[in-house]
């Protein structure tokens, strides 16, 4: 008589090592897709920021011509808005900052050279330098 032995598995426990690597690639993948959504929205962040000063400062450079009959002259700048007009009654400034969020003074020009616009406004955005694509505008902002 033959006997036949059977060998029955015992269960492991734990993962094998291919498992664990897909579970890795899987974990990576999700990060690298969190780091590349998260990453620019501080840039984004000061571009909507900017944005928002900008329009703010439209309205008071419009309050500014009210009460003085004219807007700031170019080499005045926007600094004539921190200022209050007192003779005017007017206790608190116009603004209470004119810069940026990268920390730079926003652009002023009396003469607007856009069409339908009194002034211009602008920051240099992120990098600095004005008169490329990362500009933020009063001309483009749509005011």
Same mark, same amino acid.
């Given at each position: ?5 059977? /060998?029955? +598995? ?19 993948? /999700? ?7 998260? #990453? ?6 000061? +571009? ?16 500014? *011509?009210?009460? $003085?009959?004219?807007? @700031? ?12 007009? @007192? ?13 940026? @969020?990268?920390?730079?003074?926003? $652009?002023? +020009?009396?003469?607007?050279? $856009? *069409?339908? $616009? ?6 240099? #955005? @992120? ?12 001309? *483009?902002?749509?005011?």
């Amino acid at each position: 008589m033959t006997e036949v032995i059977s /060998i029955e +598995r015992k269960p492991r426990a734990g993962f094998t090592l291919v498992e664990i690597m897909v579970v890795v690639i899987i974990i990576a993948m /999700i990060a690298g897709a969190v780091i590349m959504n998260v #990453g620019d929205a501080p840039d984004k962040a000061g +571009r909507m920021l900017a944005g928002a000063d900008i329009a703010t400062i439209e309205t008071a450079l419009k309050s500014y *011509k009210l009460d $003085h009959g004219h807007y @700031p002259e170019s080499e005045d700048g926007l600094k004539l808005l921190l200022e209050p007009a @007192p003779e005017r009654g007017q206790t608190e400034s116009y603004v209470k900052s004119i810069a940026d @969020p990268w920390k730079r003074e926003y $652009h002023y +020009r009396i003469s607007s050279t $856009h *069409k339908g $616009h009194s002034f211009d406004i602008w920051s240099a #955005g @992120p990098d600095g330098e004005s008169g490329t694509s990362d500009d933020i505008t009063s001309w *483009k902002n749509g005011s």
